[in-house]
């Protein structure tokens, strides 16, 4: 168990609606990034938030929205689904200090669109 | 020309084999260094982490990095079917960075 929770686990939900993926990080650490992993991709970021502050952005569509809140955990929206955004969303989280860099992730929700 | 490069395997060995898994990166200025392994869709899980040229040794992993050549390695001593997975490299350039992944290489260790 890495300690970072996703919830929830499975997704299913119709074209053109709203979802919210939610991450709680593990204790103590500050950063938290949002993955997403297409069948047979990599792992694609989409944004990344320290301490409630946004600090990166990637290939993140204007349909998405996340945020962090004041207890770290962090929320990923995704408005306006379309069947391409079916994947696995992960969530990782990082203390973000010299010696203790590294990212662990979440068991990820899947998302299905249909 | 992508920040980290991966070759996606697959890769198939006999049980028992050293496996060597490799990465290079593209900016001199990454400094953090991580391998993870992926099963089945599951979420990724932290192998090895270094900030350091060098080799870094947990049991029947070993992590090397090459930073002058900016080549990243994993090997895999008497590997086991259970090694069976997806292992992916991760590379930041800063205490508060982004990770850059490879691509992953499929990996599959057959008794």
């Known amino acids: 168990d890495s300690g970072v929770t996703q919830t929830p686990k499975h997704l299913i939900t119709a074209t053109g609606q709203r979802v919210t993926l939610r991450c709680s990080p593990r204790?103590?650490?500050?950063?938290v990034y949002w993955y997403q992993q297409s069948l047979d991709q990599g792992l694609q970021f989409l944004i990344h938030?320290?301490?409630?502050?946004?600090?990166a952005k990637g290939n993140i569509l204007e349909r998405f929205s996340a945020q962090q809140f004041p207890d770290l955990h962090s929320e990923l929206n995704l408005s306006s689904l379309e069947l391409g955004d079916s994947a696995l969303y992960f969530c990782?989280?990082?203390?973000?200090?010299?010696?203790?860099?590294?990212?662990?992730f979440g068991q990820g929700t899947r998302l299905t669109v249909v | 020309q992508k920040e980290v490069e991966q070759d996606p395997g697959p890769l198939s060995v006999p049980e028992g084999a050293i496996v060597s898994l490799n990465c290079t990166y593209s900016?001199?200025?990454?400094?953090?260094f991580m391998w993870y392994r992926q099963y089945s869709r599951k979420g990724p899980e932290l192998l090895m982490y270094?900030?350091?040229?060098g080799n870094k040794e947990d049991g029947r992993f070993t992590a090397q990095v090459d930073k002058s050549s900016k080549y990243i390695s994993l090997f895999i001593r008497d590997s086991q079917p259970s090694d069976s997975a997806t292992y992916l490299c991760?590379?930041?350039?800063?205490?508060?960075?982004?990770?850059?992944f490879g691509r992953g290489t499929q990996l599959t260790v057959w008794p």
């Open positions: 900016n001199s200025a990454f400094q953090y």
């Open positions: 270094t900030y350091s040229s």
């Open positions: 938030y320290y301490n409630g502050e946004e600090r």
């Open positions: 204790s103590g650490d500050l950063s």
């Open positions: 991760a590379i930041r350039g800063s205490t508060l960075g982004r990770l850059y």
């Open positions: 990782a989280s990082s203390m973000g200090m010299i010696k203790n860099t590294e990212a662990f």
